[in-house]
């Protein structure tokens, strides 16, 4: 046991020291943090394969990437055709008076993609970018505006129908997922208003439109007319058909985001899609070179046995502990990663507790383990609306998300401790796979005789050059994206921004020619 | 920026360290039990002496509570040539003309989903129908063949349920290495039959059922 | 906001653009190494080599063709297909497959074995799981033979992108990634993901090679409460308790639980096999230390003799629980019940395989005995043969490269 713990600690140390010390850039810091665990790992007499995993590890995140790319790219193109100030401009023009009607409004339109993708990133870019003016505009501090922001992305992670840290534990546990719609949204919704209201209301004393007129963004909609709103409306609308049109679902959140993107130069003002890539790149490659150093260091983790380590202590406390390890372990772990946390320990909690109603159980688990999105260092959440806001220190954003994490984090143990009470909330569609209630009667078949299957369910056949056509557009796109990173690692000023870049280069350059 | 950075990762440095000693420390103490453990001696097998007019009647009916080992329960019945049929819901009338109630214990998450039921539902059902069979007057038979695995918390409401109104108990031994059949045995004053394998468990049935060896 | 248009350091820019592409090189060949398949020298029981792209043939020329290899004794009777490697990172699966096509020979009706079913799935690993690319198997003559460890999922560069959610063929809603889990995607669509095509074929072989038995070879987590089992559709039930039954009286202390096939989870073939072609299905899991998320260091040496520091301290945990009884609730640990080997603590793969492979034994005994239609098999290699000599006793030598 003792090793691995050592290896972990040297790793956080190596880390710290980095970013404390020799203020590296908190990617480049987990990278070194990754390479210093490789090297006790015993990986430095085998460099080939040192490079393997770490290159591997990297391409964990490689998925992310791409969509927070293509959700960054979408922000910057409707902040630059004016539709982003549009919208800000006409919230606080039509809700100033009823400033608790609005930030519910903003509850709503920030949880929405986070729904719809399972990422609260996403979220964040998106209608997180949308709504940060206005919340700024009536006053909220740009700390708490990235709070709020973060925190009611981490609930959009956790509302139906798209919750991939439950989807992660069902699988694991092999549950089904089905009947999460009620319970989740219970968790999710109720909370998020909360918080908002929380975070928010102290400064929800309703402002005198004169009094901020002259600062108000401008609106473009004169100029452009409803066209304008083109890209929120396709970007709404490709979500929420990529759940309810069969060859929709195919796209992927990064085509849906690209797509919508490009609609918006068409509809606004013009801009070069060149320079909004650029741009986008120097927004965001802070946060992905942390995506991909956490991916080399979750996998050193796991190659040292630190990862082994941490489990087996939680999964071996005994049973008395088991509410509050559930409720301080699952976020804490999202530290690495909010996904790796719903795996490596969400999986091993719903095994231990079969007793409890599972649908409920991993629905709460599941809100314990998104909570992971806002522990540092790579607190997705925070980071992203700490960029959205402009804020420098995501700790500044943080230290307002503490409080309300942890009450949701009793929220979801609570929950847990009264799963079986619960468990009516969990509508189990039975009907959907016919297994309803009366034909649960197993009929034994007459011995030694085969029997004619029972008939096949419906099996519905995408177009044969569907998905074809969409590997070569992700194709298309990643080595457009090469390019794009190997000229900002020429043209950016700051020195290891540039090893963040080669950190990005690498997998782009080895999807594109299709090797990992 | 600085003194936060260093207070969140002194925290963390702190938490993982704390970690670390108290399991390593654990681990310690587990190895110190189990060395402990090893020098008492083992609890003592229960003799069961079987009562010659306990003699249960054929044809059987094969049912679970739990929803686990129906089959296997079944399929033993008849190996041990015994006249049987397997029904997971047992209704009422399903009990006319039986001679003993054959009850599988122990749960099976995928059975349980596969009959579409929660536990709580399915110990309800459970004690309805063992209910129904003393009510019939049907003698109950209860048998547990999945060792560890068919135990734990899930399984043993069930396994609870059925030896609680159970006229004897077939019980594989690694199911009952805790002594948890031989602890409600034992108060209910009601035979125990600990088998080691699945063969043994064939030849219990046939003598309980007073079947001849070379059926 | 418009982009500078000037190069900044540019000599630490081109260090680092000729670190990238040198990276990205090694790398790439690396990772391309490992899309050479394990060598499997065919046995004299095998009568033909099919590809699986026969029955579908859009899978030709795919990556998710793969070897079917055939074991006709000629004699009319019944029809059997196991798949090996569905999730390759379970090893004891492929390993037994090996041994299959190695050394079985079949005398009365006809087996088909497909070895590497995700064949996609070996071309690559599971990021953040470290696990290595492969692994020797020595045989008694010092000679060793290599695996491939795999991925549990098609790698992405065949099957590319995930769908935010996958819509399985069976219509149960999944993470994006499961369109690329192989037991997740039956019964298969004929233009899906190729994933969703691998499974479509093998139901397609399945109809239309009449096959009356069907088993899939796994193994999981040893946290995972479904290890050491049979599950088996509905249909397929009986013939699992007898064989079940045979295996418990026929090897002593062997311990094996049968559960039944979920009809709420689809997508896995002990369901979908079952439900949509005329086969019984029954898949069979084993515990394999280096997939579970208590491992330590995942080593050659962990994948072979199954010993890893934290699988053995959690069986240290469950030894304690049963000499104190269950009284203590309070006290018993979150995870307790690991189905361990109880004489060493560990869980070598020529247990695991062994079981297999007596479990396949069992079945075809079993379907034998109580169907019409009969198989005999040969040359299996024995429960107890392997455990006491090992898997390299019966591998043949490595062939030459």
């Keep these: 046991m003792g090793v691995e713990w050592f290896i972990f600690i040297a790793m956080a140390v190596v880390f710290c020291g980095a970013v404390i010390l020799f203020r590296v850039p908190v990617g480049v810091a987990i990278a070194l943090g990754a390479v210093s665990g490789g090297l006790l790992g015993g990986l430095g007499a085998r460099p080939l394969e040192f490079l393997r995993q770490i290159t591997e590890g990297e391409m964990a995140y490689f998925d992310p990437t791409l969509y927070i790319l293509s959700a960054t790219i979408f922000m910057v193109a409707i902040e630059r055709s004016g539709l982003l100030g549009t919208v800000a401009r006409w919230m606080l023009v039509t809700f100033h008076r009823s400033p608790f009607l609005l930030l ?404 782009l350059i080895l999807r594109f020619f299709l090797v990992v | 920026m600085k003194s936060t950075w260093l207070l969140w990762m002194t925290t963390i440095c702190l938490a993982a360290l704390i970690t670390g000693i108290s399991a390593a420390q654990e681990t310690e103490a587990t190895t110190e039990t189990v060395a402990t453990d090893e020098t008492e001696s083992p609890p003592d097998t229960l003799m069961v002496v079987i009562p010659d007019e306990m003699v249960f009647a054929a044809p059987a009916l094969v049912t679970t509570v739990g929803r686990a080992d129906g089959t296997i329960v079944h399929v033993i019945c008849r190996r041990a040539g015994i006249d049987s049929e397997l029904i997971e819901e047992v209704q009422r009338e399903d009990l006319d003309g039986i001679g003993t109630l054959v009850v599988a214990m122990g749960g099976s998450t995928k059975g349980l989903g ?48 059925v030896a609680e109104a159970a006229d004897a108990l077939i019980v594989k031994a690694g199911g009952n290495e805790d002594g948890f059949f031989t602890e409600i045995a034992e108060r209910r004053d009601i035979p125990l039959i600990e088998v080691g394998t699945n063969a043994e468990a064939i030849e219990a049935l046939a003598d309980l059922f007073g079947v001849a060896e070379d059926q | 906001m418009e982009m500078e248009r000037r190069i900044h350091h540019p000599r630490l820019s081109s260090v680092l653009t000729a670190l990238g592409a040198v990276w990205a090189a090694v790398a790439a060949v690396l990772f391309l190494s490992a899309h050479r398949m394990e060598p499997l020298v065919v046995g004299e029981g095998v009568t033909s080599i099919r590809r699986l792209s026969e029955w579908h043939t859009p899978l030709a020329g795919t990556p998710g063709d793969t070897d079917v290899y055939v074991l006709d004794s000629g004699v009319e009777g019944a029809k059997v297909l196991i798949t090996f490697g569905t999730h390759p990172n379970e090893v004891a699966s492929h390993v037994a497959g090996t041994l299959m096509v190695e050394n079985a020979v079949c005398r009365e009706g006809m087996l088909m074995v497909i070895v590497h079913t995700n064949a996609s799935g070996f071309t690559h690993g599971d990021p953040q799981e470290a696990y290595p690319t492969r692994f020797e198997i020595e045989r008694p003559d010092g000679t060793r033979r290599w695996f491939r460890f795999g991925s549990r999922y098609t790698n992405p560069v065949h099957q590319w992108p995930d769908p935010t959610l996958h819509i399985n063929p069976a219509g149960q809603v999944l993470a994006g990634i499961d369109s690329r889990n192989l037991n997740r995607c039956y019964p298969g669509r004929p233009h899906g993901f190729l994933t969703e095509q691998v499974a479509w074929a093998v139901c397609e072989l399945i109809r239309q090679e009449d096959v009356d038995l069907f088993i899939d070879i796994h193994e999981a987590a040893p946290e995972y409460p479904t290890v050491n089992v049979m599950i088996a559709h509905e249909r397929a039930m009986e013939l699992a308790s007898e064989a079940l039954i045979d295996l418990e009286m026929g090897i002593p202390g062997f311990e094996i639980n049968l559960e039944p096939s979920p009809l709420n989870l689809r997508g896995l073939t002990h369901r979908e096999v079952g439900d949509s072609t005329d086969a019984m299905a029954v898949l069979m899991e084993t515990a394999n230390p280096s997939q579970g998320r208590l491992k330590g260091r995942t080593t050659e040496e962990q994948v072979v003799e199954g010993r890893d520091s934290a699988y053995t301290q959690a069986y240290q945990h469950q030894i304690e629980i049963q000499a104190r009884g269950t009284g203590d609730e309070a006290s018993r640990r979150i995870l307790w019940a690991l189905p361990y080997d109880s004489a060493s603590g560990t869980y070598p793969l020529r247990f695991r395989v062994a079981r297999h492979l007596a479990g396949i034994e069992s079945l075809l005994n079993a379907l034998t005995y109580h169907t019409d239609r009969g198989i005999a098999v040969e040359g299996i290699p024995d429960h107890g043969d392997l455990i006491t000599q090992g898997i390299g006793a019966f591998l043949a030598p490595p062939p030459e490269d």
């Design chain 1, 104 to 507: 519910t409004a903003v509850t709503l339109l920030v949880i929405f993609p986070g729904m719809m993708t399972g990422s609260s990133t996403a979220a964040v870019l998106s209608t997180g970018a949308l709504v940060t003016p206005v919340l700024m505009k009536i006053g909220v501090p740009r700390d708490k505006t990235g709070a709020i922001i973060a925190m009611i992305a981490v609930y959009g992670l956790c509302a139906p129908p798209v919750n991939i840290p439950a989807l992660i534990i069902c699988a694991g546990a092999d549950v089904p997922y089905l009947g999460f719609a009620l319970p989740l949204t219970l968790l999710s919704f109720p909370p998020a208003i909360l918080c908002t209201l929380w975070l928010g209301h102290r400064y929800a004393k309703g402002v005198r439109l004169e009094d901020i007129e002259s600062t108000l963004p401008e609106s473009v909609h004169g100029q452009y007319g409803y066209r304008l709103y083109l890209p929120l409306i396709l970007l709404a609308a490709l979500l929420i058909g990529e759940h309810t049109v069969e060859w929709l679902s195919h796209l992927g959140l990064p085509l849906i985001f690209l797509l919508a993107a490009a609609s918006a130069p068409l509809t606004g003002r013009w801009s070069d899609p060149w320079s909004i890539t650029q741009d986008a790149l120097r927004r965001s490659m802070a946060i992905l070179g942390i995506l991909m150093a956490i991916g080399m260091f979750i996998q050193m983790m796991t190659y040292s046995g630190a990862r082994g380590a941490i489990t087996t202590t939680c999964a071996g406390m005994p049973r008395s502990h088991l509410y509050p390890i559930i409720g301080t372990s699952l976020p804490l772990f999202g530290a690495v990663s909010s996904y790796g946390a719903a795996s490596v320990l969400g999986v091993p909690f719903v095994l231990s507790l079969l007793n409890k109603d599972v649908i409920i159980t991993c629905a709460a688990l599941s809100l314990c383990a998104c909570l992971g999105d806002l522990t540092p260092p790579s607190a997705k959440a925070g980071l992203f609306a700490a960029a959205v806001v402009k804020e420098r220190n995501y700790l500044r954003i943080l230290r307002h998300c503490i409080l309300p994490a942890a009450l949701t984090a009793l929220f979801g143990v609570v929950v847990i401790i009264f799963a079986n009470e619960l468990k009516f909330l969990a509508l189990y569609e039975t009907d959907a796979y016919g297994v309803g209630e009366g034909q649960a009667r197993v009929v034994e078949p007459p011995p030694h005789q085969m029997l004619s299957a029972a008939a096949a369910p419906p099996v519905k056949d995408p177009m044969p050059w569907l998905l074809p056509l969409i590997s070569l557009l992700y194709r298309l796109y990643v080595g457009f994206l090469a390019v794009a990173v190997l000229v900002f690692l020429w043209r950016d000023s700051g020195r290891l921004t540039k090893i963040n870049a080669l950190m990005l280069l690498v997998p």
């Design chain 2, 114 to 161: 596969a009959a579409g039921v929660d536990a709580d539902t399915e110990v309800e059902r459970g004690e309805e129908v063992l209910a129904m069979a003393s009510v019939a007057d049907v003698p109950i038979l209860g048998v547990h063949v999945g060792g560890t695995p068919r135990r734990g918390e899930l399984s043993d409401e069930f396994c609870e349920v």
